[in-house]
């Protein structure tokens, strides 16, 4: 095994939140790309991540079946009925390891992608089928077999941790850092994604994601009309992806959950190629690249999606802002968004005058700064954006301040992640304010502004400059006696710190230095 070990493997993939997991399982796939081309190598890796968990999940089923004693661990319905891809005995994962080692093992691998898409409809043309070309050296293709051999990625217990979506989207992620294109793109957080579909509760009605990734919003939106007892045929699916392999991930990630959707005919930019120009959508949901600079807005000018106003040619935030925005039922749509924070505050080619306008618009309904480190591949700082069209009664002419950025835990030395009990005081807040339903200013944390204060700050919208610091708890000592207290231990201080001085110098001198 290259460069980590099959307990390892097993120890780490057993994990919930440890990235280095998924760095470490990088780390032995990048060694056995060789020269191959990154932009090559990643649809080797990441077609065979998916086969892997489609085995996985049918393979789960066919030892619950195979246990039960019926004699219907081949029938076909029995893994359709609780939305487990069929695949056939030729193109299971043990299968394909007992080729690994065999100069055959491309054909081998293009023949059971052949073989799942045909048993599978909504998988036609997604999978990658071009493993027995002369060019892929197939003795790495052998040891990337056997290193995905020993993770489960489709497992109920993997399901559950979100395994796939979280080593598919690092892969991504470092792959694009390998072809020099990270371009702002960053994995969302689940502990994020399940924050903004607390808030915005998308619970029947059309779902719109501009930049839909892997579908990781969809996903948790369907989970949380079935945690509500709801039904997700009464949500429906609209999405947008411009990476073409990302845009097949995000088909295979919603076949996965039998969620229909509609990603557009093909991968396209949502600037440039719009595949929902009349989409009016009651929610929105999204987490768009970072601070784009090469987005192509000279070109765009005279947009109708800019009814705030122009966004500047150096960086796309208010270009994704208003494009969401144009795509809301005026209905009373609601949206959700991640942004860098720089987008709060930011006065420069423009973007100062746009957020006043989207203020003085009253479509901006909540702001909240978010802890540092929920991203593990950056360390920007971010919010999240809820902006409404027709506000209702209690919202109408405020913004709600939240201000996150003291919850969460760290998970290690580099993650924070919010807990659930963070998550719905977030979510709760901004609800009770919304509905009118017992909400207070807390100081220090959250704080309502009519659009008069917000200008007066000169339509900054940051969350601290409103909701204050947080109060302290008295410690019952007299101020007086405190500051005696506090003065005498300073003292204190100072004087140790000249006999150290002193000390010092005296030692350095003997050996002849003088300070």
């Keep these: 095994m290259v460069g980590i070990s099959l307990r390892e493997l097993r120890i780490m993939a057993a994990g919930t939140t440890n990235i280095g997991f998924e760095e470490k399982l990088w780390q032995a796939a990048d060694k ?21 968990y489609v085995s996985d999940s049918f393979e789960e089923k066919y030892q619950q079946l195979l246990v039960e004693g019926y004699g219907d661990e081949e029938d076909r319905d029995e893994y359709l009925a609780e939305n487990i891809f069929y695949v056939p005995k030729d ?11 065999s100069t055959d093992i491309g054909s ?64 991504l992620s470092k792959f694009a850092s390998a072809e020099g294109k990270l371009g702002g793109e960053f994995y969302t957080p689940s502990c994020i994604v399940r924050t903004l579909v607390s808030m915005i509760e998308p619970f029947e009605g059309q779902i719109f994601d501009p930049a839909c990734g892997s579908g990781g919003m969809f996903c948790q939106s369907a989970r949380f009309v079935k945690e509500h007892q709801g039904n997700v045929r009464d949500i429906s699916i609209f999405g947008q992806e411009s990476n073409p392999t990302t845009w097949k991930l995000a088909k295979m990630n919603l076949a996965i959950r039998q969620l229909e959707a509609n990603l557009g005919k093909h991968n396209a930019d949502s600037f ?4 929902h120009k009349t989409l009016k959508a009651n929610y929105i949901l999204g987490n768009p690249p970072f601070n784009i600079s090469d987005w192509g807005g000279e070109r765009l000018q005279e947009d109708p999606r800019w009814k705030y106003g122009i966004p500047p040619v150096g960086n796309a935030n208010f ?25 709060l505050s930011s006065n420069t080619s423009n973007e100062g005058n746009i957020r006043a306008n989207m203020v003085k618009g009253d479509v901006v309904e909540c702001i909240v700064a978010m802890p540092s480190q929920l991203f593990y591949s950056t360390g920007i700082p971010v919010s999240l954006w809820i902006m409404r069209k027709g506000k209702g009664e209690h919202s109408r002419g405020k913004i709600l301040f939240i201000d996150a950025r003291k919850l969460g835990y760290m998970v290690d030395r580099k993650v924070r992640e919010l807990s659930e009990e963070d998550i719905q005081k977030i979510a709760v807040t901004y609800q009770n304010w919304w509905k009118g339903t017992g909400y207070e200013d807390v100081q220090g944390f959250c704080k309502e502004a009519t659009i008069e204060e917000i200008e007066a700050q000169d339509f900054i919208l940051t969350p601290g400059r409103y909701v204050g610091i947080e109060e302290q708890e008295d410690d019952g000592e007299p101020f007086e006696e405190k500051m005696q207290r506090l003065t005498s231990e300073l003292s204190g201080l100072f004087a140790e710190s000249i006999e150290l001085q002193n000390e010092i110098r005296e030692k350095l001198g003997a050996i002849g230095y003088e300070l």
């Design 108 to 171: 081998v691998i293009d023949h059971a992608m052949d073989a799942i898409e045909k048993e599978n409809d909504i998988l036609k043309g997604v999978l990658t089928k071009n493993y027995s070309r002369q060019e892929l050296d197939k003795t790495r293709l052998g040891e990337l077999v056997t290193l995905f051999t020993n993770i489960e990625v489709g497992s109920t217990a993997a399901q559950e941790r979100d395994v796939l979506g979280r080593v598919y989207e690092y892969f």
């Design 272 to 275: 440039h190629d719009d595949q």
């Design 319 to 343: 270009a994704w802002l208003q494009h969401m925005l144009y795509h809301l039922n005026p209905a009373g749509g609601v949206c959700g968004t991640v942004l860098a924070n720089g987008s």
């Design 32 to 52: 056995l790309r060789s020269n191959m081309d990154a932009a090559e190598y990643k649809h080797v890796v990441l077609g065979l991540i998916f086969l892997k």
């Design 91 to 101: 193109a299971r994962w043990s299968e394909i390891k007992n080729h690994a080692t």
